[in-house]
């Protein structure tokens, strides 16, 4: 507690940023007046057979099967969508670095002395976008090169439900696909639009492009992109604060998930868990601080060259003035569709980041090839498969999982058992000293089936493709765990242990019943 921090917040101040608020917009000119939208002047309008309002997995759809389809493609932002340009690829080649430079640890515990020498960020920096700029750039080029298809870099909303209005420009569509992603969430927070100290407060569309490795860094938020960023930062120099309203990091994941990275990640990185952000103000030397209150009112301030904002996205649904073609969205303003990718207007279908909660590029890319599909075939539609979607963080140590959290088990009231299965009861984990990493299993042992699995430790992202692929395809515990050879001695082998180990706890549960 700095006993001098309550003195520099007055109390209205303190309420107007702690109270709940819509979300501020993150950037980008909204074409919005008032309550309404601004009706541009037209200029010659076009129309067309579909109509795709982002570049991302949206971009996916199109292929020679379009080829005698007139098409738009709209995106004011990137070309590319948030996946090729400002996530999970740049900043997986981000946690590659990170994962050499973490690795001095590691060593350490086999016998080998490494000394981590530094991280040259800059050059880290330009090489990753000396790779993935390009790709933008190309994909942009390839689009407008084609003759059915005219690129529009302007913003979009609609003006009927079959009418769009871009830039000055207004043009139909027979088809439409919203496909216009998410950004992050910026809270109503004191301090945090302040121009005076813009270039030092970032997001995770910005700070990979940052000029060099921030001393001290100030993580907002206890999700995957905090944990993530986490890891990169401070495994290449930099001092990590985390500040997190909820009580661990990665609260949604299966409680002894979260419990055992928050332990690990504690190691690396300061966590002040269990405080409220209220503002961020600079102090006389011209630094940022940010200022929290914990639940016994106790204020908190934490110093920071760079201050990452990751509490969270949202859907860009609120830019594209659904209320006038109809279009439902749920109360957190995600596009409502069916399983047929549809909106409520018949005619204009979602994808991506602004109808799927979870942010995953996966499920974006699955549902555009339904989408695909069904633009091209109305008459034999398609349904996207939701039922078993993983996840994984590339954080240190990894995480990944796919179906039910324990608690989510209890709280249905569904009968299940539990196995956890650690590395260090596997060869490649003895090799590995590794001591701290499992894989939990949760199963139903009536139809012998998997119901969730989490791991956490090295290789979790590869590992859980195991257990996707046995509930997909509704296999049992018992064959998934003896109907195949395991590679000895590698890393698999703990999966293979976890699924004996679940049909063992199976076994003993239809016993007793």
Same mark, same amino acid.
């Given at each position: 507690?700095? %006993? @001098?921090?309550?003195s520099?917040?007055?109390?209205?101040?303190?309420?107007r940023?702690?109270?709940?608020?819509?979300?501020?917009?993150?950037?980008?000119s909204?074409?919005?007046?008032?309550?309404?939208?601004k009706?541009? =002047?037209?200029?010659?309008?076009?129309?067309?057979?579909?109509a795709?309002?982002?570049?991302?997995?949206?971009?996916?759809?199109?292929?020679?099967?379009?080829?005698?389809?007139?098409?738009?493609?709209?995106?004011?932002?990137?070309?590319?969508?948030?996946?090729l340009?400002?996530?999970?690829?740049?900043?997986?080649?981000?946690?590659?670095?990170?994962?050499?430079?973490?690795?001095?640890?590691?060593?350490?515990?086999?016998d080998?002395?490494?000394?981590?020498? @530094?991280?040259?960020?800059?050059?880290?920096?330009?090489?990753?976008?000396?790779?993935?700029?390009?790709?933008?750039?190309?994909?942009?080029?390839?689009?407008?090169g084609?003759?059915?298809?005219?690129?529009?870099?302007?913003?979009?909303?609609?003006?009927?439900?079959?009418?769009?209005?871009?830039g000055?420009?207004?043009?139909?569509?027979?088809?439409?696909? !919203?496909?216009?992603?998410?950004?992050?969430?910026?809270?109503?927070?004191? @301090?945090?639009?302040?121009p005076?100290? %813009?270039?030092?407060?970032?997001?995770?569309?910005?700070?990979?492009r940052?000029?060099?490795?921030?001393?001290?860094?100030v993580?907002?938020?206890?999700?995957?992109?905090?944990?993530?960023?986490?890891?990169i930062?401070?495994?290449?120099g930099?001092?990590?604060?985390?500040?997190?309203r909820?009580?661990?990091? !990665?609260?949604?994941?299966?409680?002894?998930?979260?419990?055992?990275?928050? &332990?690990?990640?504690?190691?690396?990185?300061s966590?002040?868990?269990?405080?409220?952000?209220?503002?961020?103000?600079?102090?006389?030397?011209?630094?940022?601080t940010?200022?929290?209150?914990?639940?016994?009112?106790?204020?908190?301030?934490?110093?920071g060259?760079?201050?990452?904002?990751?509490?969270?996205?949202?859907?860009?649904?609120?830019?594209l003035?659904?209320?006038?073609?109809?279009v439902a969205v749920?109360?957190?303003g995600?596009?409502?569709?069916?399983?047929?990718?549809?909106s %409520?207007?018949?005619?204009?279908?979602?994808?991506?980041?602004?109808?799927?909660?979870?942010?995953?590029?996966?499920?974006?890319?699955?549902?555009?090839?339904v989408?695909?599909?069904?633009?091209?075939? =109305?008459?034999?539609?398609?349904?996207?498969?939701h039922?078993?979607?993983?996840?994984?963080?590339?954080?240190?140590?990894?995480v990944?999982?796919?179906?039910?959290?324990?608690?989510?088990?209890?709280?249905?009231?569904?009968?299940?058992?539990?196995?956890?299965?650690?590395?260090?009861?596997?060869?490649?984990?003895?090799?590995?000293?590794?001591?701290?990493?499992?894989?939990? !299993?949760?199963?139903?042992?009536?139809?012998?089936?998997?119901?969730?699995?989490?791991?956490i @430790?090295p290789?979790?992202?590869?590992?859980?493709?195991?257990?996707?692929?046995?509930?997909?395809?509704?296999?049992?515990?018992?064959?998934?765990?003896?109907?195949?050879?395991?590679?000895?001695?590698?890393?698999?082998?703990?999966?293979?242990?976890?699924?004996?180990?679940?049909?063992? &706890?199976?076994?003993?549960?239809?016993?007793?019943?």
């Amino acid at each position: 507690m700095l %006993s @001098g921090a309550a003195s520099r917040i007055n109390t209205d101040r303190r309420e107007r940023a702690r109270r709940r608020a819509p979300v501020r917009d993150c950037g980008g000119s909204r074409m919005e007046v008032g309550s309404g939208w601004k009706t541009v =002047p037209m200029t010659t309008g076009d129309s067309f057979d579909i109509a795709i309002i982002g570049s991302g997995s949206g971009n996916t759809i199109l292929g020679k099967e379009y080829a005698d389809k007139k098409v738009a493609i709209i995106d004011s932002g990137t070309f590319g969508g948030t996946c090729l340009n400002y996530g999970c690829i740049p900043s997986k080649m981000y946690v590659i670095p990170a994962d050499f430079a973490s690795s001095v640890g590691d060593a350490a515990r086999v016998d080998v002395d490494l000394e981590l020498a @530094g991280a040259d960020f800059r050059a880290i920096r330009d090489r990753i976008f000396s790779r993935i700029d390009p790709i933008s750039r190309s994909g942009l080029a390839f689009r407008q090169g084609l003759d059915n298809t005219t690129v529009f870099t302007e913003e979009a909303h609609f003006v009927d439900p079959h009418t769009l209005q871009v830039g000055s420009r207004q043009i139909t569509a027979e088809q439409i696909v !919203l496909a216009a992603g998410s950004r992050p969430r910026v809270p109503h927070l004191f @301090g945090i639009d302040d121009p005076r100290w %813009s270039d030092r407060i970032h997001t995770s569309d910005t700070i990979m492009r940052i000029d060099e490795l921030p001393e001290r860094l100030v993580i907002l938020g206890g999700g995957f992109i905090a944990a993530e960023f986490a890891h990169i930062f401070s495994a290449l120099g930099s001092k990590v604060t985390i500040i997190n309203r909820s009580g661990r990091m !990665l609260r949604r994941e299966d409680l002894d998930i979260s419990r055992q990275f928050t &332990e690990e990640l504690a190691w690396r990185a300061s966590l002040r868990m269990s405080e409220e952000t209220v503002a961020i103000e600079e102090d006389a030397g011209g630094h940022l601080t940010v200022v929290t209150v914990d639940s016994y009112g106790v204020d908190y301030m934490y110093p920071g060259d760079i201050v990452l904002n990751a509490t969270g996205r949202i859907p860009n649904s609120d830019r594209l003035n659904l209320p006038a073609a109809g279009v439902a969205v749920d109360d957190d303003g995600f596009v409502t569709v069916d399983q047929y990718q549809r909106s %409520s207007v018949g005619h204009i279908w979602a994808l991506g980041d602004i109808c799927y909660p979870g942010f995953l590029k996966h499920v974006a890319n699955a549902e555009a090839r339904v989408v695909r599909h069904n633009l091209l075939h =109305p008459d034999s539609l398609v349904a996207a498969d939701h039922r078993f979607v993983p996840h994984a963080v590339f954080s240190s140590p990894q995480v990944a999982a796919v179906g039910a959290t324990e608690q989510e088990l209890r709280q249905s009231e569904t009968h299940y058992v539990s196995f956890t299965q650690k590395y260090s009861d596997v060869a490649y984990g003895w090799a590995m000293e590794d001591d701290s990493h499992f894989v939990k !299993l949760l199963g139903d042992p009536v139809t012998r089936t998997l119901l969730g699995a989490h791991i956490i @430790g090295p290789q979790a992202s590869t590992l859980i493709q195991t257990a996707i692929q046995t509930m997909t395809f509704g296999q049992r515990v018992d064959d998934v765990a003896r109907g195949q050879y395991w590679i000895h001695p590698a890393l698999p082998e703990v999966m293979e242990n976890a699924l004996l180990g679940l049909a063992g &706890e199976m076994d003993t549960a239809g016993k007793e019943a």
